[in-house]
């Protein structure tokens, strides 16, 4: 909710600033300090606290919500946004965990007890389900979403949690929280919530003033470093004359100070590291009798023998950006557990059952490279026993280093945008670009589907599901010819995003994947074709061109909003937009748009 108020401390505004910086936010949007503040904290605690890398502030956003500035949904650790979202993510899974998240951002200097009891009504009366929709409109997909995931109860590995974050920068947080009023406030609201049966943990309120926030922007800038000390010093992998490996150890490890490698304190309390398992093939299945190996894992390593858990163990892959060896002493940088994940989540489940006096080692291979194609090959070799899902495999698939190395050839020519292609999840962590230059495959897959496979409609949500969607249409050995039309798509969604959130109403968002289209038409002269093609890349070329000249493209992506503008007003009532927020998702629509694009052409 938008209170136009000012940031008065200079090292918050310094943050916020910078966040602006890094996602290109105009000079206009960013006067109303208190909306980029907002966007900055949901920003900031998806990072640290979610485990979706491709999660963004935007995908949170309430609008003008009663007592809520930001709400995320994940389910089997990704975010869900849709019924298909969910259906796409837990078709594959016997069971499944789901977690709520509830944000309200305040600039003001005190927490206010009245705006604390709001946001917990505004949290209990999103969870009314004896509705036909919302009780507050503006939710009402995140709702739509929420209701759906209940009738799946029966698989839910445990009742949902729920994470509540109430943020201002109050100067004095320690003593506020001490005000027997807000603990009150916070208490009711708590029991409130348990009384509605939904969920299985309700995490104690996050209540964060000046401090805290300054603390949470500090775990999210932080890279991931850790030492640990081995048992006896690692035996080294031979040197890879090739150069791409920089150095390998294997050896075994106490358990304890594997337990490092996998969790971190927040909040006073040991929480699974965010991030190490980007890369891993597999989603957590849980430890219950339904899943047998993990069950029998578990049972091994809580048990008498638990000593032995390590010899019956296959082992635990990681790779790093970096390691360092000093004597026992091992130095992980940028790291990820690619081979491992159901023992490492084994592990931490377990951690309160298991005897400190336990000697359990593990046996673990560390690698360090940055090398992408044989990082690549590792995690194919080391989870040869799984099945890889598509949208993996297209991540994997050796077309993906082609596209990258021709984004960056594109830097040197003359007005270049300077776009980053990002085959890896945080591959460009530690490099000082805007995150709004950064194209990785999800996007790369949506911009080219809506572009140059006419599937606007089928992009929002899950990236997975948007892979099923156009199997087999993208990053075949054969499109290197023409690979243009993958840079020219991801450099058009830059410009068309970057431009509509900076000159336009947030209604026209959802429609940036139909004013890309209908750029394509109005440089392609209405022409159809589908598909990676000769006739798309020469389209693809021309398109290039006019994207790179600011005036150029001005004109064209107002002549797009213009055409939107008028097919909407002729074709459907007023305010079509903010009343039907599943029309941008119809096929119907999206063929309809490409009919009056064409017969507009021709006017």
């Keep these: 909710m938008n209170n136009n108020k000012q ?46 890398a491709n999660v963004s502030y935007e995908d949170m956003e309430t609008g003008s919500a009663f007592g809520i500035d930001g709400v995320a949904i994940f389910v089997a650790d990704k975010l869900v946004q849709s019924v298909e979202d969910v259906d796409y993510v837990i078709e594959n899974l016997k069971r499944f965990d789901v977690e709520f998240y509830f944000i309200q951002t305040k600039t003001s200097e005190k927490i206010d007890r009245q705006e604390l009891n709001d946001f917990f009504t505004g949290v209990r009366r999103f969870f009314d389900f004896d509705r036909d929709s919302c009780d507050i409109l503006e939710l009402d997909v995140f709702w739509e979403t929420a209701k759906y995931i209940f009738t799946k109860a029966s698989r839910f590995k445990e009742n949902p949690k729920l994470n509540t974050f109430f943020v201002s920068l109050d100067t004095n947080e320690d003593e506020k929280l001490k005000d027997e009023h807000i603990l009150k406030t916070i208490e009711m609201g708590v029991s409130d919530l348990e009384k509605l049966s939904l969920f299985g943990t309700i995490l104690s309120p996050k209540i964060m003033g000046l401090k805290s926030v300054m603390e949470l922007h500090r775990k999210n800038q932080s890279d991931l470093e850790i030492s640990i000390s081995m048992t006896k010093t690692p035996v080294a992998y031979p040197k890879d004359m090739s150069g791409k490996i920089k150095n390998g150890y294997y050896g075994l490890i106490r358990l304890e100070e594997f337990i490092k490698l996998l969790s971190d304190e927040i909040d006073g309390k040991k929480v699974l590291r965010r991030g190490i398992f980007d890369d891993n093939i597999r989603y957590y299945l849980g430890a219950d009798e339904k899943i047998e190996v993990n069950h029998n894992m578990k049972n091994q390593l809580v048990g008498e023998d638990s000593y032995l858990f390590g010899l019956l163990n296959n082992g635990i892959t990681i790779i790093g950006d970096d390691i360092k060896l000093n004597s026992e002493e091992l130095t992980l940088v940028n790291y990820q557990i690619v081979n491992g994940c159901q023992t490492s989540n084994v592990i931490f489940e377990s951690l309160e059952s298991i005897a400190e006096t336990d000697e359990i080692y593990l046996p673990v291979r560390f690698i360090a490279t940055t090398d992408e194609e044989t990082k690549n090959s590792i995690i194919k070799a080391t989870n040869s026993q799984t099945t890889l899902k598509p949208e993996q495999l297209a991540a994997l698939a050796p077309i993906q280093k082609n596209i990258e190395e021709y984004y960056r050839s594109k830097e040197k020519e003359r007005n270049s945008v300077g776009l980053y292609y990002e085959r890896r999840t945080e591959q460009y962590r530690d490099d000082n670009i805007s995150k709004t230059k950064i194209i990785n495959i999800p996007i790369q897959i949506k911009a080219t589907s809506a572009m140059f496979l006419n599937l606007p409609h089928e992009v929002s949500g899950q990236y997975g599901k948007v892979e099923r969607n156009t199997r087999n249409a993208l990053f075949n050995e054969g499109d290197l010819k023409y690979i243009n039309i993958y840079y020219s798509s991801g450099l058009t969604f830059y410009k068309v995003e970057r431009y509509v959130r900076n000159n336009y109403d947030r209604k026209y968002f959802k429609a940036r994947w139909h004013l890309m289209m209908i750029i394509k038409y109005l440089l392609g002269d209405g022409k159809d074709e589908l598909g990676i093609t000769k006739f798309n890349s020469k389209i693809s070329h021309k398109i290039e061109e006019v994207v790179k000249d600011d005036t150029e493209f001005s004109n064209y992506i107002e002549q797009a909003i213009a055409i939107l503008n008028k097919f909407l007003e002729e074709k459907f009532e007023k305010d079509i937009i903010q009343k039907d927020r599943k029309l941008f998702e119809r096929k119907e629509t999206t063929e309809e748009l490409i009919n009056y694009t064409k017969s507009f052409e021709v006017k």
């Design 7 to 52: 940031i008065k401390n200079p090292i918050i505004k310094s943050y916020v600033n910078d966040f602006a910086d890094k996602h290109e936010i105009s000079k206009k949007q960013r006067k109303d300090e208190h909306l980029l503040f907002e966007s900055y904290i949901n920003d900031a605690i998806v990072s640290v606290y979610g485990n979706d």
